[in-house]
């Protein structure tokens, strides 16, 4: 008898364990119908009505379901010898990824589980079952990409309106008012000198020493090094401008350097970072012949 047909399915229901799981995200927990105690409810009882033990119960509360590194989740793929089947109350709990749901299916797969969602009566063990998973899996994934479209239009339409950064943190020098920069005198003073310096010739890691030394610490009260100041060195923000993706537009915030400066700024960058590039092949040239 064949693996998985109907009559080997109902002879071995009530030797099956099942590996219950539940996962709301921030979002469905405003959402009716998406709550923990109701999905743990219901998936109970259908184990009952099929005669099923329960292996163990696996909740992921506040996780997306694009998000793979769910406790719960991973704690449930390691104990996949434990049970025979998994259950969710719909396939959009498990995965919202096709490919993510794709990659667990194979793994189940290779070992011989089953995959079961209740409220769309699919059942892994019969062809039909896996191939309507697979449309119903790939129309979810859809519905995801074109939320995720549309956020992502609206945020290119503020960005064109000059909307702020976007959810972005706030830079060094500056923090939120209202959804606007507003400037950090202190933080302003210590960018303004970062400028100053690296324009008279000093190294950014140079830059870096000297802060540190005298206990200035960064926007996450961190130390300074040649990376946190070239983040600085390079931000249209310290000179009124503000960049999202392909689009630059002016800010309302207070501007630090002239936009002369800035660009002459990165004309030094550029400039040192092809001196040291030459510098390296040359050392390396010497090391060949040596």
């Not at 998406?34 to 409810?41: G, I, R, T, V």
């Not at 704690?75 to 498990?94: A, G, P, Q």
């Not at 303004?192 to 890691?205: H, P, Q, T, V, W």
């Given at each position: 008898?064949?693996?998985?047909?109907?009559?080997?399915?109902?002879?071995?229901?009530?030797?099956?364990?099942?590996?219950?799981?539940v996962?709301v995200?921030?979002?469905?927990?405003?959402?009716?119908?998406?709550?923990?105690?109701?999905?743990?409810?219901?998936?109970?009882?259908?184990?009952?009505?099929?005669?099923?033990?329960?292996?163990?119960?696996?909740?992921?509360?506040?996780?997306?379901?694009?998000?793979?590194?769910?406790?719960?989740y991973?704690?449930?793929?390691?104990?996949?010898?434990?049970?025979?089947?998994?259950?969710?109350?719909?396939?959009?709990?498990?995965?919202r990824?096709?490919?993510?749901?794709?990659?667990?299916?194979?793994?189940?797969?290779?070992?011989?589980?089953?995959?079961?969602?209740?409220?769309?009566?699919?059942?892994?063990?019969?062809?039909?079952?896996?191939?309507?998973?697979?449309?119903?899996?790939?129309?979810?994934q859809?519905?995801?990409?074109q939320?995720?479209?549309?956020?992502?239009?609206?945020?290119?339409?503020?960005?064109?309106?000059?909307?702020?950064?976007?959810?972005?943190?706030?830079?060094?020098?500056?923090?939120?008012?209202?959804?606007?920069?507003?400037?950090?005198?202190?933080?302003?003073?210590?960018?303004?000198?970062?400028?100053?310096?690296?324009?008279?010739?000093?190294?950014?890691?140079?830059?870096?020493?000297?802060?540190?030394?005298?206990?200035?610490?960064?926007?996450?009260?961190?130390?300074?090094?040649?990376?946190?100041?070239?983040?600085i060195?390079?931000?249209?923000?310290?000179?009124?401008?503000?960049?999202?993706?392909?689009?630059?537009?002016?800010?309302?915030?207070?501007?630090?350097?002239?936009?002369?400066?800035?660009?002459?700024v990165?004309?030094m960058?550029?400039?040192?970072?092809?001196?040291?590039?030459?510098?390296?092949?040359?050392?390396?040239?010497?090391?060949?012949?040596?």
């Amino acid at each position: 008898m064949a693996y998985g047909s109907p009559m080997d399915t109902k002879m071995r229901d009530g030797m099956k364990k099942a590996a219950i799981y539940v996962r709301v995200s921030t979002e469905d927990q405003a959402k009716e119908g998406f709550s923990l105690d109701s999905q743990l409810e219901k998936l109970r009882s259908y184990c009952k009505a099929r005669g099923w033990s329960i292996e163990g119960e696996y909740i992921d509360d506040g996780y997306s379901g694009r998000d793979v590194r769910r406790p719960a989740y991973q704690k449930m793929m390691e104990n996949m010898d434990k049970w025979d089947i998994l259950l969710v109350m719909k396939m959009d709990r498990i995965h919202r990824n096709s490919k993510n749901f794709m990659l667990m299916m194979e793994e189940l797969r290779s070992k011989n589980k089953e995959f079961v969602s209740m409220t769309e009566s699919l059942d892994t063990s019969t062809a039909m079952g896996r191939f309507v998973m697979d449309i119903i899996q790939r129309i979810a994934q859809l519905e995801s990409e074109q939320i995720g479209e549309r956020v992502y239009d609206g945020m290119r339409q503020k960005a064109k309106q000059g909307a702020g950064l976007l959810g972005s943190p706030p830079p060094y020098g500056y923090e939120y008012d209202g959804g606007k920069l507003r400037g950090v005198d202190e933080e302003l003073k210590i960018a303004r000198r970062i400028f100053d310096d690296y324009l008279k010739g000093e190294s950014m890691a140079s830059i870096a020493r000297k802060l540190n030394k005298e206990g200035v610490k960064t926007k996450k009260k961190g130390k300074w090094d040649r990376k946190t100041i070239s983040r600085i060195l390079s931000n249209p923000v310290y000179c009124g401008l503000v960049e999202w993706e392909d689009f630059i537009f002016e800010g309302e915030h207070e501007a630090i350097v002239g936009i002369d400066e800035f660009n002459r700024v990165q004309e030094m960058k550029a400039e040192r970072a092809k001196r040291k590039g030459k510098a390296f092949v040359i050392e390396d040239m010497k090391k060949k012949f040596i």
